[in-house]
């Protein structure tokens, strides 16, 4: 019995026991997690090399996972083989899931081999799939592997990847690997939150307080959320399935721009901490050659970007180290200690985060911990920044109270000596203490004075008041009374500016030489006893000899003798009659009386300034007076008419005779109106008969930039008397066409111009076209055409050069007279304009059916487009329609670039007005 015992067992031990010797690992269903590379057997061969012949059964060949880590190899990437003993202890088969840490790896496979190393079963996974494409689980690599029950077999890896950087790999049940997946997703986007805060908060801070150093600090916490996003399934997810190897790619990058920002932040720190230039200097040349490199990482093979990396982020350990050690040194303020172990935590997880060596371990809950850690210690190090930062500042605050009562005390030794008054209150308001100036304001003596004088202080309702206070000596003063915060309170004497502001706003309000009403505040008091509706009389008084005695006796003695006309017909004026003198030579009255008791009392004025005699050194001086009443019978006449009115009826009183007093009635208008009328009709015929007439010319310019067509507009002016400037036809219109004088003044100017044009040939080649007005006579005038034609024979300026204007009103009015003409001067080839359009109801019917070269669109609609949407549209609507009928547009009244600009968007052809030149005289 005992020899088949021991039989049995040396058989079992046989089937149990590998052929290499290995001891396997037994797994069972209870299992959730194993990690498989510390019992991996290790092979670093080229990727040709198949699982057929990897020779699991020469020992010789394999390492172990220390020799694994010193193995150097070159070349290109190789394959990493490792292999195990299996032995499920299960009754039946048992699937498990082999999950690789490394999620950028180019090609992974698994395979199940018998102890001969002949092939069961086989997965592969190689990085060309999309990740969202893949069999398994999405954002890593994991494959699963059925082992069989009661079985040894062989579990060999293939992993195309550096010796140094071999992924942690780990033995899974699906269930566990599961959960444990979604767990380490949320911590992991759990901390790359928080890092996003704290990085947002550093910004923040820094913006508040100006400092670089926590730009950096928000700097070097991007980059570790980057470099943990980078480990973290919503990196993958989201952006590997659209470039499979940009992640992989990124990986190294973002570990370099960790080292970069890093470096920053301790070349920040050490500047922050102490200042020692040397140090400073060093910081920025390792700052600098991290930089260089980040520019030349691209350019490097694969192994030396490794390599880069290791040798960087040991190099910044080692500095960070010095910088530390050399800080507490020198620097040991309060919590500056604690400052420096974070330092030290920050550079060393950053340092297990991006060095080659170590990378690969960080998986499952050890990577956790270290996200976790640094998430924790990022924390703690911008709180102990932001904690520094408000001690200073606590600190700042406490002594600037330790040293108010100091300033405050200096702050009243100055203001003592100043030249404004000064004072301080106590909290119920009463005067504390005051400067010597104050004293001088208030006529006092001593501060006791003062107290007693004013013992509840000064009395004032808010921070600043005007007030008006009787000193010691009795004299009313203005005082500009300002209490600050702090129970100062400042005075001064502000007298004199008070004064003078009461004698500008009377100066404002009243005649400077008289001191009665002037003409604004008379108007004022007409108007508003106009809306008050209540009955109101103006008499105007215009005198005349004024200014012989001011060529006699000067302009001092013209006031005197206003001066005393004026008190005296203030005292014969009735009491409730408002005086005011509203020109150099009119006086007038506002009253309330009618018009029949108005009448008297402007006779009796005017009787009292026939009989004032002003006596100078020289001689006695006689004025000549007249006076025009106007009265309010309508409720809804305004105070100007009323005014205007009164002129008037002084202008009747003059044509009387002397000392002779009108009252305005309606047939006065008319008569005033005729006789103006005659007048113009007098001058207009003497410039008919004398040719006295003046010639302007106004530009018009193509609104397209690409032509350069010289046009203008010829204006008809009357000249005007001494320096007044020439008159335009409008003032005179009416007259001359009662006159009938515009018909011939149209021939005369049609002469001038073609005159010109012929003593003048360059000017009459480089002239596009050259616009005139035409008047109603003209349109009338059936030889009109005809002159016209037989003065283009004599001239060398062609016919279509010239282009006759009618306005939009006097083309509706004459319709059938401006169709004939226009008809006409289109027949010779002349172009015809209608001016003023928009003006009436019937303008687009005029477009329609008047034969037109151009039309000029209203002033009042183009000034006004820019802020007026409707004058805009109305604006458009003319030059699309006169588009459709081909007809040129042109915009008068364009005062600023930015209507030109409009105009040109709409498609305006010309554009007239301030903005391409005013009217000048026309040379000829």
């Given at each position: 019995?005992?020899?088949l015992?021991?039989?049995g067992?040396v058989?079992?031990?046989g089937?149990?026991?590998p052929?290499?010797?290995?001891e396997?690992?037994?797994?069972?269903?209870?299992?959730?997690?194993?990690?498989?590379?510390?019992?991996?057997?290790?092979?670093?061969?080229?990727?040709?090399l198949?699982?057929?012949?990897?020779?699991?059964?020469?020992?010789?060949r394999?390492?172990?996972s220390?020799?694994l880590?010193?193995?150097?190899y070159?070349?290109?990437r190789?394959n990493?083989?490792?292999?195990?003993?299996?032995?499920?202890?299960?009754?039946?088969?048992?699937?498990?899931?082999?999950k690789f840490?490394?999620?950028y790896l180019?090609?992974?496979?698994t395979?199940?081999?018998d102890?001969?190393?002949?092939?069961?079963?086989?997965?592969?996974?190689?990085?060309?799939t999309?990740?969202?494409q893949?069999?398994?689980l999405?954002?890593?690599h994991?494959?699963?592997?059925?082992?069989?029950?009661?079985?040894?077999?062989?579990?060999a890896?293939?992993?195309?990847?550096?010796?140094?950087?071999?992924?942690?790999?780990?033995f899974?049940?699906?269930?566990d690997?599961?959960?444990?997946?979604?767990?380490q997703?949320?911590?992991?986007?759990v901390?790359?939150g928080?890092?996003?805060?704290?990085?947002?908060?550093?910004?923040?801070?820094?913006?508040?307080f100006?400092?670089?150093?926590?730009?950096?600090?928000?700097?070097?916490?991007?980059?570790?959320t980057?470099?943990?996003l980078?480990?973290s399934?919503?990196?993958i997810?989201?952006?590997?399935?659209?470039?499979p190897?940009?992640?992989?790619?990124?990986?190294v990058y973002i570990?370099?721009i960790l080292?970069?920002?890093?470096?920053?932040f301790?070349w920040?720190?050490?500047?922050f901490?102490f200042?020692?230039?040397r140090?400073n200097r060093?910081?920025?040349l390792?700052m600098?050659?991290?930089?260089?490199?980040?520019?030349?990482?691209?350019?490097?093979?694969?192994?030396w970007?490794?390599?880069?990396?290791s040798?960087?982020?040991?190099?910044?350990?080692l500095?960070?180290g010095?910088?530390?050690?050399?800080?507490?040194q020198?620097?040991?303020?309060?919590?500056?200690k604690?400052?420096?172990?974070?330092?030290?935590l920050t550079v060393?997880?950053?340092?297990?985060?991006v060095?080659?060596?170590?990378n690969?371990?960080w998986?499952?809950?050890?990577?956790?911990?270290?996200?976790?850690g640094?998430?924790?210690?990022?924390t703690?190090?911008?709180?102990?920044?932001?904690?520094?930062?408000?001690?200073?500042?606590?600190?700042?605050?406490k002594n600037?109270?330790?040293?108010?009562?100091?300033?405050?005390?200096r702050?009243?030794?100055?203001?003592?000596?100043?030249?404004?008054?000064w004072f301080?209150?106590?909290?119920?308001g009463?005067?504390?203490?005051?400067?010597r100036?104050?004293v001088?304001?208030l006529?006092?003596?001593?501060?006791?004075?003062?107290q007693?004088?004013?013992?509840?202080?000064?009395?004032?309702?808010g921070a600043?008041?005007l007030?008006?206070?009787?000193?010691?000596?009795?004299?009313?003063?203005?005082?500009?009374?300002?209490l600050?915060?702090?129970?100062?309170?400042?005075?001064?004497?502000?007298?004199?500016?008070?004064e003078?502001?009461?004698?500008?706003?009377?100066?404002?309000?009243h005649?400077?030489v008289?001191?009665l009403?002037?003409?604004?505040e008379?108007r004022?008091?007409l108007?508003?006893?106009?809306?008050?509706?209540?009955t109101?009389?103006?008499t105007?008084?215009?005198?005349t000899?004024?200014?012989?005695?001011?060529?006699q006796a000067g302009s001092?003695?013209?006031?005197q003798?206003?001066l005393?006309l004026?008190?005296?017909l203030?005292?014969?004026?009735?009491?409730?009659?408002r005086?005011?003198?509203?020109?150099?030579t009119?006086?007038?009255?506002?009253?309330?009386?009618?018009?029949?008791?108005a009448?008297?009392?402007?006779?009796?004025?005017?009787?009292f300034c026939?009989?004032f005699?002003f006596?100078?050194?020289?001689r006695?001086f006689?004025?000549?007076?007249?006076?025009?009443?106007?009265?309010?019978?309508?409720?809804?006449?305004?105070?100007?008419?009323?005014?205007?009115?009164?002129?008037?009826?002084?202008?009747l009183?003059?044509?009387?005779?002397?000392y002779?007093?009108h009252?305005?009635?309606?047939?006065?208008q008319?008569?005033l109106?005729?006789?103006?009328?005659?007048?113009?009709e007098?001058r207009?015929?003497?410039?008919?008969?004398?040719e006295?007439?003046?010639?302007?010319?106004?530009?018009?310019?193509?609104?397209?930039?690409?032509?350069?067509?010289?046009?203008f507009?010829?204006?008809?002016r009357?000249p005007?008397t001494g320096?007044?400037?020439?008159i335009?036809?409008?003032?005179?219109l009416?007259?001359?066409?009662?006159?009938?004088?515009?018909?011939?003044?149209?021939?005369?100017?049609?002469?001038?111009?073609?005159?010109?044009?012929n003593?003048?040939p360059?000017?009459?080649?480089r002239?596009?076209?050259?616009?005139?007005?035409?008047?109603?006579?003209?349109?009338e005038?059936?030889?009109?055409?005809?002159?016209?034609?037989q003065?283009l024979k004599q001239?060398?300026i062609?016919?279509?050069?010239l282009?006759?204007?009618?306005?939009?009103?006097?083309?509706d009015?004459?319709?059938?007279?401006?169709?004939?003409?226009?008809?006409?001067?289109?027949?010779?080839?002349?172009?015809?304009?209608?001016?003023?359009?928009g003006?009436g109801?019937?303008?687009?019917?005029?477009?329609?059916q008047?034969?037109?070269?151009?039309?000029?669109?209203?002033r009042?609609?183009?000034?006004d487009?820019?802020v007026?949407?409707?004058?805009?549209?109305?604006v458009?609507?003319?030059v699309r329609?006169a588009?459709?009928?081909?007809i040129?547009?042109c915009?008068v009244g364009?005062?600023?670039?930015?209507?030109?600009?409009?105009?040109t968007?709409?498609?305006?052809?010309?554009?007239?007005?301030?903005?391409?030149?005013?009217p000048?005289?026309w040379?000829?």
């Open positions: 019995m005992f020899r015992w021991l039989v067992l058989l079992i031990f089937l149990v026991q052929a290499s010797g290995q396997p690992l037994t797994v069972s269903g209870q299992n959730t997690r194993l990690m498989l590379n510390e019992h991996f057997s290790y092979r670093v061969v080229n990727t040709e198949k699982v057929d012949n990897i020779a699991i059964n020469e020992r010789q394999w390492l172990s220390e020799q880590q010193d193995h150097n070159a070349g290109e190789p990493v083989w490792g292999v195990v003993p299996l032995f499920n202890r299960s009754n039946a088969p048992l699937t498990f899931h082999l840490s490394d999620p180019k090609h992974v496979g395979y199940l081999l102890k001969n190393g002949q092939v069961m079963a086989s997965k592969a996974n190689r990085f060309s999309p990740l969202l893949r069999e398994f999405s954002h890593e994991v494959l699963p592997v059925t082992l069989p029950a009661n079985k040894i077999v062989w579990l890896v293939s992993v195309e990847q550096w010796p140094e950087q071999m992924p942690a790999i780990s899974w049940q699906p269930g690997l599961q959960l444990r997946l979604q767990q997703q949320t911590a992991l986007g901390n790359a928080i890092l996003m805060l704290l990085a947002l908060a550093a910004v923040v801070s820094a913006r508040l100006g400092s670089r150093l926590l730009v950096s600090f928000g700097a070097m916490t991007v980059a570790f980057l470099s943990l980078l480990h399934g919503v990196w997810t989201y952006f590997t399935p659209y470039s190897d940009i992640a992989a790619d990124l990986k570990s370099q080292i970069v920002a890093l470096s920053w301790i920040e720190w050490s500047r901490r200042k020692l230039s140090f060093i910081g920025y390792i600098m050659t991290t930089v260089a490199l980040t520019i030349l990482l691209p350019w490097l093979p694969g192994p970007k490794f390599a880069t990396i040798w960087q982020i040991n190099a910044l350990l500095w960070g010095v910088v530390v050690g050399r800080s507490l020198k620097h040991p303020v309060t919590g500056h604690w400052q420096s172990v974070l330092m030290v060393l997880s950053a340092w297990l985060l060095s080659p060596r170590y690969p371990i998986e499952g809950l050890s990577g956790l911990l270290l996200y976790c640094l998430t924790l210690v990022t703690m190090f911008l709180l102990a920044l932001e904690r520094y930062r408000l001690s200073r500042l606590m600190r700042r605050i600037l109270e330790l040293n108010r009562k100091v300033l405050r005390r702050l009243w030794r100055l203001l003592r000596r100043t030249g404004e008054g301080r209150v106590n909290a119920d009463s005067i504390k203490q005051v400067n100036q104050l001088k304001i006529a006092a003596h001593s501060l006791e004075q003062v007693a004088h004013w013992p509840n202080g000064f009395n004032i309702s600043r008041q007030v008006a206070i009787e000193r010691l000596d009795g004299r009313k003063v203005w005082l500009d009374i300002e600050f915060s702090d129970n100062t309170g400042r005075i001064a004497d502000i007298t004199k500016r008070m003078a502001e009461v004698h500008l706003n009377f100066l404002a309000h005649d400077a008289t001191g009403l002037n003409v604004r008379f004022r008091l108007q508003n006893r106009l809306d008050n509706q209540k109101a009389s103006v105007i008084i215009r005198l000899g004024l200014q012989v005695i001011a060529d001092d003695g013209r006031d003798a206003i005393q004026t008190l005296s203030q005292q014969k004026a009735p009491k409730t009659a005086v005011a003198r509203i020109s150099e009119e006086i007038a009255l506002l009253s309330h009386e009618d018009e029949q008791a009448f008297a009392q402007a006779h009796r004025l005017v009787q026939r009989e005699r006596s100078s050194e020289k006695i006689q004025l000549t007076a007249h006076a025009g009443i106007s009265y309010s019978t309508d409720a809804g006449v305004a105070a100007s008419t009323l005014m205007r009115q009164a002129r008037e009826a002084v202008q009183a003059m044509q009387q005779g002397d002779r007093v009252s305005y009635s309606e047939a006065d008319k008569r109106v005729g006789q103006a009328e005659a007048e113009w007098v207009l015929k003497k410039a008919l008969r004398e006295d007439w003046q010639l302007f010319s106004q530009p018009l310019v193509s609104a397209s930039a690409g032509e350069d067509k010289h046009c507009e010829v204006l008809l009357l005007g320096t007044d400037e020439a335009a036809p409008q003032q005179f009416r007259a001359a066409l009662r006159a009938g004088v515009m018909g011939k003044a149209d021939r005369w100017l049609v002469r001038e111009v073609i005159e010109h044009f003593e003048q360059f000017e009459a080649n002239t596009w076209r050259c616009h005139i007005n035409l008047s109603t006579q003209s349109l005038d059936v030889d009109f055409i005809r002159f016209l034609e003065s001239s060398i062609q016919p279509e050069q282009v006759f204007e009618v306005a939009e009103p006097d083309a009015q004459h319709f059938d007279e401006t169709y004939r003409l226009f008809k006409e001067l289109q027949d010779l080839g002349i172009g015809t304009a209608l001016d003023q359009f003006t109801f019937n303008s687009f019917q005029l477009l329609r008047l034969p037109l070269t151009q039309i000029k669109i209203n009042f609609w183009v000034q487009m820019l007026d949407a409707v004058d805009a549209e109305l458009g609507s003319c329609i588009k459709v009928l081909d040129e547009v915009a364009v005062e600023s670039d930015e209507a030109r600009i409009k105009l968007q709409l498609g305006v052809d010309y554009v007239q007005g301030f903005v391409c030149g005013h000048v005289e040379q000829r």
